[in-house]
């Protein structure tokens, strides 16, 4: 079983940066793709970026790629979530989640994201 605990959202005007961190407990941290989705009030969870368990390999969505940036420190169990260029629509709560195969993923309980002036 693995735990998952999202720090770093916050206030942040538009055109401003935040960087979140996953910090995972449990063991097996190193064996687990990660990735960050986020929730707008109203909206469904989307994706926000993957990346693979050695780091080497990241995906992003569309309306984040050139502003986010993933990454991880499997030597510490965290994960990490660069965010520049902060825009309105950026606001929402944001999840980390973990995923082995089909049948162990886990997600963390989320931290929100307001770009506001």
């Known amino acids: 079983q693995v735990q998952l605990v999202e720090s770093g959202g916050g206030l942040v005007q538009p055109g401003g940066s935040l960087r979140l961190s996953c910090a995972a407990s449990g063991g097996g941290f190193s064996l687990y793709t990660m990735a960050w989705y986020r929730q707008a009030p109203g909206k469904l969870r989307d994706l926000v970026a993957t990346?693979?368990?050695?780091?080497?390999?990241?995906n992003y969505a569309d309306f984040v790629k050139g502003r986010f940036t993933i990454s991880r420190d499997n030597a510490n169990n965290t994960v990490y979530l660069q965010m520049n260029s902060l825009k309105p629509e950026d606001t929402a709560a944001y999840y980390c989640?973990?995923?082995?195969?089909?049948?162990?993923?886990?997600w963390g309980k989320g931290t929100l994201v307001t770009v506001s002036s």
């Open positions: 989640n973990a995923r082995y195969g089909l049948s162990r993923i886990y």
């Open positions: 990346i693979s368990v050695s780091g080497g390999a990241t």
